[in-house]
């Protein structure tokens, strides 16, 4: 069973750009659909990216044409690379599949967008 561990938030203003990265203790290879999801306070965790085995990847309207999803099979890890970052922005990112039974949620990383 993989374990992922999200890094890279912090404080960025609007317009900016973050990298997060999610790091498997274990193989990714035969995860067919990785996302990242994301959690302001108040609001369900919802799904932003996916990106398939294949490098197919898929996007919430609130962040398509912004975030960018990758995945590094040999270095099992899974970026987010955000660009022209909003205050709407701000919540808590995870990683975990995107498709079958979900690995445990991890800390997740926190994204703060504010000037």
């Known amino acids: 069973q993989v374990q992922l561990v999200e890094s890279g938030g912090g404080l960025v203003q609007p317009g900016g750009s973050l990298t997060l990265s999610c790091a498997a203790s274990?193989?990714?290879?035969?995860?067919?659909?990785l996302g990242w999801y994301r959690q302001a306070p108040g609001k369900q965790r919802e799904l932003v990216a996916s990106v398939t085995s294949s490098g197919a990847t898929n996007y919430a309207a609130s962040v398509k044409g912004r975030f960018t999803i990758s995945r590094d099979n040999a270095k099992n890890t899974v970026y987010l690379q955000m660009n022209s970052l909003k205050p709407e922005d701000t919540a808590v990112y995870y990683c975990?599949?995107?498709?079958?039974?979900?690995?445990?949620w991890g800390q997740g990383t926190q994204v703060t967008v504010s000037s």
């Open positions: 975990n599949k995107a498709w079958g039974p979900r690995a445990s």
């Open positions: 274990g193989s990714i290879f035969s995860i067919n659909i």
